[in-house]
């Protein structure tokens, strides 16, 4: 920080006990099948999947699910497996710190805290100022808290016990802060200790162990990361049946609404009301052209005027991400032209999520959406040509510029993609996930088609790409903006489900609007 900013210990010490209060430290508050806000029950509808796998558990097991604890000593257990695989004499303690508190500069009120996902992943405590150390040889799971200050007490309560601490997360032992060295001490093996590099404090010694590796945990986290056990489905689904009512919400409202910001608060309103008082990242309401900017944030904007409303909002539950994206005409009938591209960014989905089991290539999926947005655009008139010319010249990146998905998981863009920005071939540049899907693995599947002048123009003042564009054609449709549709995927062995079920049918969206 450049700011020479002073506070007292006491303020710092107040923060944490506010962020310590403040968060839930029991399980999260299991939402009935039908949930109710107002007058208004909304039912969730019928998850969509091909599957015969275990992975495939419906919604209403979700509250028996998630009556269970968070299964971190399963998940330490995976990524001392994962490490051994490179590092087969692996011998020690695994160490990792939460996220800590911190103050909004030249203020005593803390940030708004968001719990380090490497930390959760291996306790299921969304507490800040905690640490945990896991003894490899004896799978001995131990979570650390932070102790009781009696001063702090009269301003925020008191905090989460010991005991409390014990009965509600999956570990073996709790103990304050203060006595992590100790434990770190009395190990069974002195041999290494793994831990991340610049998430260690300055009083947490590491000197009675033989090595002290910063290598090997952080990416063995993210690879496990990557496919989900039925505790992390069960999240996600309740994320995503959160944000649907959400959507919902919105769709009904948006005729009468006169603000991008309206609508940007009636989602937050409906999700928080619902068990999720945090986004999994700051949604975007984009309204007419605004909608061709990916990742548009002003959301506050007239609505008068304008054809569509472009949606990307997701509800994070217990530290898990959704992440869904509609779009649809805000007066409650799309335009000719808004129709031809939204039925054109739908049967690219319905396509791509149809190639979906384990094993699929990513880049395959990837090209297949291309192929379809230059069919559709053919079509349409605002291509023209041989389409196999097309898609090597790569022209359609043009109007589909991003990627068609990532991992989804505890961050919206998970871990584990590998993706290559450096990829010269433009139309593979922005895929954030390379490589084949496992089963277990959740994606995100969003295709999209956009008419933003800033990224087309240099398109057209380019002899080979603009002979593949019919210009007057093209001049129809500016005002269309984008089209994107999302829907969070899980992979199974022999196929995949559709945890999303926020309505994209056209004449369903159509009633729920105009109050059908």
């Known amino acids: 920080m450049v700011n020479c900013f002073f506070v007292t210990s006491t303020f710092i010490l107040r923060a944490q006990y506010r962020q310590f209060t403040r968060i839930s430290h029991r399980k999260p508050r299991l939402q ?18 091909r599957s015969h796998s275990s992975f495939s558990t419906m919604a209403s097991s979700v509250d028996a699910i998630l009556a269970g604890k968070y299964p971190a000593k399963a998940h330490a257990r995976r990524v001392v497996e994962y490490i051994k695989k490179t590092k087969p004499e692996a011998a020690g303690v695994l160490y990792l710190e939460g996220q800590k508190t911190r103050l909004i500069e030249d203020n005593d ?3 708004h805290f968001r719990q380090r996902r490497f930390f959760y992943y291996l306790s299921g405590c969304d507490v800040p100022d905690c640490q945990l150390t896991y003894d490899i040889a004896p799978e001995k799971l131990t979570l650390y808290i932070p102790a009781i200050d009696p001063d702090s007490v009269i301003w925020s309560g008191l905090p989460l016990s010991e005991k409390e601490a014990l009965e509600l997360y999956d570990v073996d032992q709790v103990r304050t ?15 290494t200790v793994f831990a991340i590099a610049g998430q260690v404090p300055d009083d947490v010694t590491f000197l009675d162990f ?3 590796d910063f290598d090997l945990l952080k990416p063995a986290i993210e690879e496990c990361r990557v496919v989900k056990d039925k505790y992390e489905v069960a999240l996600t689904r309740r994320a995503n049946e959160v944000s649907t009512i959400a959507h919902t919400a919105v769709l009904k409202a948006v005729k009468s609404a006169k603000n991008e910001r309206e609508l940007q608060a009636l989602f937050l309103q409906r999700s ?11 949604p975007i309401f ?17 609505l008068d005027g304008k054809l569509n409303l472009l949606v990307d909002g997701g509800a994070d539950y217990s530290c898990y991400a959704s992440d869904i994206t509609r779009t649809f005409p805000i007066n409650g009938k799309f335009s000719k032209e808004s129709r031809e591209i939204y039925d054109i960014v739908l049967r690219m989905q319905e396509v791509c999520i149809d190639m979906l089991k384990e094993g699929v290539a990513w880049d395959d999926v990837h ?12 079509r349409i008139g605002i291509l023209q040509g041989d389409k196999e010319d097309i898609l090597k010249s790569r022209t359609s990146v043009a109007f589909y510029p991003h990627g068609v998905g990532h991992y989804l998981g505890m961050d919206t863009h998970d871990s584990g993609g590998n993706p290559n920005a450096s990829d010269k071939d433009t139309m593979f540049r922005y895929l954030r996930l390379r490589g084949n899907l496992p089963a277990g693995s959740i994606v995100t599947v969003e295709p999209g088609i956009y008419f933003c002048n800033f990224i087309i123009e240099p398109y057209l003042q380019d002899p080979v790409h603009s002979a593949y564009i019919d210009f007057e054609v093209l001049q ?22 559709n945890l999303t079920t926020a309505v994209k049918d056209v004449d369903e969206m159509e009633k729920l609007i105009n109050g059908a």
């Open 286 to 302: 984009a309204a007419g052209t605004s909608a061709a900017t990916l990742h548009y944030l002003k959301n506050d904007q007239p």
């Open 177 to 191: 802060i203060p006595q992590v060295n100790q434990v770190l001490r009395t190990s069974q093996s002195k041999k």
């Open 109 to 111: 009120e803390p940030v």
């Open 210 to 212: 033989e090595n002290t």
């Open 476 to 497: 129809k449709y500016w005002e269309v903006g984008g089209v994107r549709i999302e829907d969070n995927i899980l992979i199974t062995k022999d196929g995949y489900e």
């Open 272 to 282: 928080i009301a619902n068990g999720c008082p945090n986004q999994a990242y700051s």
């Open 367 to 378: 090209l297949e959406a291309h192929k379809v947005a230059i069919e559709g655009l053919l």
């Open 32 to 49: 009935a099948r039908h949930i109710c806000y107002g007058s208004l029950w909304t039912a969730t509808t019928t998850v969509s999947y």
